[in-house]
């Protein structure tokens, strides 16, 4: 079962960021947060992922609170191209586990 | 760089048919997962090879299920009679190992078992 918890659905409006929550409260030490998103009809895509420090790349930034037990995605400047189910999974960084998907946030952009 | 592929993208069959599912992971990625969505559920894992070896299977739902990775480059997931309730979207997934920060999907095989 997912380790995580997310709100079903949030909207956001195009070219505000978009911030998307997620409780991992049972976290473990070697457990790292990563974010995923399925665009509809499309495989999952990586987003990003971390351990305890905030992460930033070109797609998102990941906020990870001090204690792990929480942490948000944040999409900078949402379009309507970001509109997708976005997954926080927790997994500990050991080689060739597999991903454990919740239902996940849909995230709806809106114009 | 070539992605994941999976062929066919769509496949419709009648139940006690056989269908068969193909991946190509990306090139040089050793592990290759299977993955899939069943209508109104989550994505749920099916099994892992580590290049021609079958590292886990504890998700394959029962013995109709049969994947084969043969030479360790594109797998096949065999469904074999197919039943109403195997219909969904099945995903393919790679990544390197040593270095599986992220796995690559595919874009997906939709089954269809009327």
Redesign the interface.
């Known amino acids: 079962d997912?380790k995580t918890t997310q709100p079903p659905s949030m909207d956001c409006a195009e070219g505000r960021a978009a911030n998307l929550p997620c409780n991992h409260s049972t976290i473990s030490g070697n457990e790292y947060v990563?974010w995923y998103r399925?665009i509809h009809?499309?495989?999952?895509?990586?987003i990003i992922?971390g351990l305890k420090n905030n992460e930033t790349n070109e797609m998102a930034s990941l906020i990870i609170t001090e204690d792990r037990k929480s942490s948000t995605l944040i999409l900078p400047h949402a379009t309507l191209r970001d509109t997708a189910v976005y997954y926080c999974i927790v997994r500990v960084?050991?080689?060739?586990?597999?991903?454990?998907?919740?239902?996940g946030t849909r995230l709806s952009v809106l114009p | 760089e070539a992605g994941v592929t999976q062929f066919p993208s769509h496949s419709v069959i009648e139940k006690g048919q056989t269908v068969t599912l193909r991946c190509d992971p990306i090139s040089g990625h050793d592990n290759l997962y299977w993955y899939r969505r069943v209508m109104g559920k989550e994505i749920k894992f099916l099994l892992h090879f580590v290049k021609e070896s079958k590292q886990d299977e504890s998700g394959m739902p029962n013995n109709r299920f049969l994947a084969e990775r043969t030479g360790g480059t594109y797998s096949t997931l065999k469904v074999q009679p197919a039943e109403l309730e195997d219909s969904g979207v099945y995903f393919c997934a790679s990544s390197q190992v040593g270095t599986d920060n992220e796995q690559f999907f595919g874009p997906g095989t939709r089954l269809t078992v009327l």
């Open positions: 997912a990563y399925q009809s499309q495989g999952p895509q990586y992922h960084r050991n080689y060739g586990q597999n991903f454990v998907f919740g239902p």
